[in-house]
């Protein structure tokens, strides 16, 4: 029983170039969210979808960000024109898809982006 | 909008001692409820969830939390803390878009 796997674990940028992250969930589950956690905080929602179709968006921190979950299984998480503020730990998680347990979120071990 | 509470940010105890770390939580209806832990680096790892029902909730690890409504509180205890719980631990409640909202988490630090 594998969990939610994320790639890269670690990524270093320079300001104002592009990166993008992976994230692979656990293989029954059709919810997958995106979020972020900076020092000293807890994680803070950017999107979530349920299969394909992304429906939550709107707490993307900028147009900058953008996410996609093509064929429903695997989603990418792209952040363009990296700024320093950027810098953050980056976790995905998953959940079944039924109403009360689609709260219950399994995380993967995060991506921390460093942008110098 | 619903928000999560943690107050203390750091909490220190001695190994086999007790431990209660508090949550409190804001939301009109009942929330859905949760305890998480993470370890330095890692993700986070769910120790427990509150839906319905008993109050009283176990957990993984030997945790358990209590679920208050009058009081807006979710606090995590265990009776006896073993050094490999030194970690941080994020409440979490969950409602509208099925969006996780967490607390800022407290630190534990255990004494041998």
């Known amino acids: 029983d594998t969990g939610v796997s994320q790639n890269p674990r670690h990524k270093i940028t320079k300001r104002g170039q592009n990166v993008t992250f992976r994230c692979d969930p656990i293989s029954e589950h059709n919810r997958l969210y995106w979020y972020r956690q900076t020092l000293g905080q807890g994680p803070e929602f950017l999107t979530y979808f349920q299969n394909e179709a992304q429906l939550e968006k709107s707490r993307l921190l900028s147009d900058r960000f953008s996410a996609e979950r093509p064929k429903g299984s695997f989603s990418t998480l792209e952040i363009q024109r990296t700024e320093q503020g950027d810098s953050a730990m980056y976790l995905c998680?998953?959940?079944?898809?039924?109403?009360?347990?689609?709260?219950?979120?399994?995380f993967g071990p995060g991506t921390r982006l460093t942008v110098t | 909008a619903q928000s999560v509470t943690q107050p203390d940010i750091h909490i220190t105890v001695s190994e086999g001692a007790s431990l209660e770390l508090r949550c409190n939580y804001s939301?009109?209806?009942?929330?859905?409820l949760f305890w998480y832990v993470q370890s330095p680096g890692q993700g986070l790892q769910l120790l427990l969830k509150y839906f319905s029902g008993d109050t009283l909730v176990q957990g993984i690890k030997g945790f358990e939390a209590e679920f208050k409504r009058s009081q807006s509180s979710f606090n995590l205890r265990k009776p006896s803390v073993h050094w490999s719980d030194a970690a941080e631990y994020f409440c979490?409640?969950?409602?509208?878009?099925?969006?996780?909202?967490f607390g800022k988490g407290t630190k534990l630090s255990v004494i041998p």
């Open positions: 939301y009109g209806a009942t929330p859905y």
């Open positions: 998680a998953s959940s079944p898809g039924a109403r009360g347990s689609s709260y219950e979120q399994y």
């Open positions: 979490a409640v969950g409602a509208g878009s099925y969006q996780l909202t």
